[in-house]
T-cell receptor
Framework: AQSVTQPDIHITVSEGASLELRCNYS??????LFWYVQSPGQGLQLLLK??????LVQGIKGFEAEFKRSQSSFNLRKPSVHWSDAAEYFC???????????FGGGTRLMVKP | EAGVAQSPRYKIIEKRQSVAFWCNPI?????LYWYQQILGQGPKLLIQ????????DSQLPKDRFSAERLKGVDSTLKIQPAKLEDSAVYLC????????????FGPGTRLTVL
């Protein structure tokens, strides 16, 4: 069975600073990997996903993530954080049958003015 | 395009009572999911339907939880009887077909069991 670990429960960054959220997964084959964002009072929204090919994927709202097979990681990055990015971020993995989406515990991002 | 609809948005019940949640997925989406999200945790998949068949329900506590998706469209999740530890947000999501497709999530139903 696959699993996802997000080591950082909370992260605080200053507005305009760069951001990296960590995600480590466990799965025997090449997984499908996702990042979702959950803003207060709103539903989960897909930021980006990786299936195959280029290991650097671009998403919405200026986010990107890099798949590193050797490290079993799929870290999310943004070069300059905006106050509106404050939210909870979830990394998730699906098996290679396209089923069983498993979420990590989430990282809560706070943005200082 | 209308999103995933869920009702009710909030529900408060006493332990040992029963409760039901309803979900209407995006039109044309074959696959429907129910997740449980306990405060401070990520969503946990309870059950996955493709059309009106169950793809996976390995994490559904079947002694108290049940779900159905009659006619392959909307779905109902029931808890009977509820326990204190069932307090959570219950999220419904749908995809065109696979979990590898983008999942569109509903706003959730926040359940409080007293």
């Amino acid at each position: 069975a696959q699993s996802v670990t997000q080591p950082d429960i909370h992260i605080t960054v200053s507005e305009g600073a760069s951001l990296e959220l960590r995600c480590n997964y466990s799965y025997g084959a090449t997984p499908y990997l996702f990042w979702y964002v959950q803003s207060p009072g709103q539903g989960l929204q897909l930021l980006l996903k990786y299936f195959s090919g280029d290991t650097l994927v671009q998403g919405i709202k200026g986010f990107e993530a890099e798949f590193k097979r050797s490290q079993s990681s799929f870290n999310l990055r943004k070069p300059s954080v905006h106050w509106s990015d404050a939210a909870e971020y979830f990394c998730a993995v699906a098996n290679n049958a396209g089923n069983m989406l498993t979420f990590g515990g989430g990282t809560r991002l706070m943005v200082k003015p | 395009e209308a999103g995933v609809a869920q009702s009710p948005r909030y529900k408060i019940i006493e332990k040992r009572q029963s409760v039901a949640f309803w979900c209407n997925p995006i039109s044309g989406h074959a696959t429907l999911y129910w997740y449980q999200q306990i405060l401070g945790q990520g969503p946990k998949l309870l059950i996955q339907f493709q059309n009106n068949g169950v793809v996976d329900d390995s994490q559904l506590p079947k002694d108290r939880f049940s779900a159905e998706r009659l006619k392959g469209v909307d779905s109902t999740l029931k808890i009977q009887p509820a326990k204190l530890e069932d307090s959570a947000v219950y999220l419904c999501a749908s995809t065109v077909k696979w979990a590898s497709d983008e999942q569109f999530f509903g706003p959730g139903t926040r359940l409080t069991v007293l």
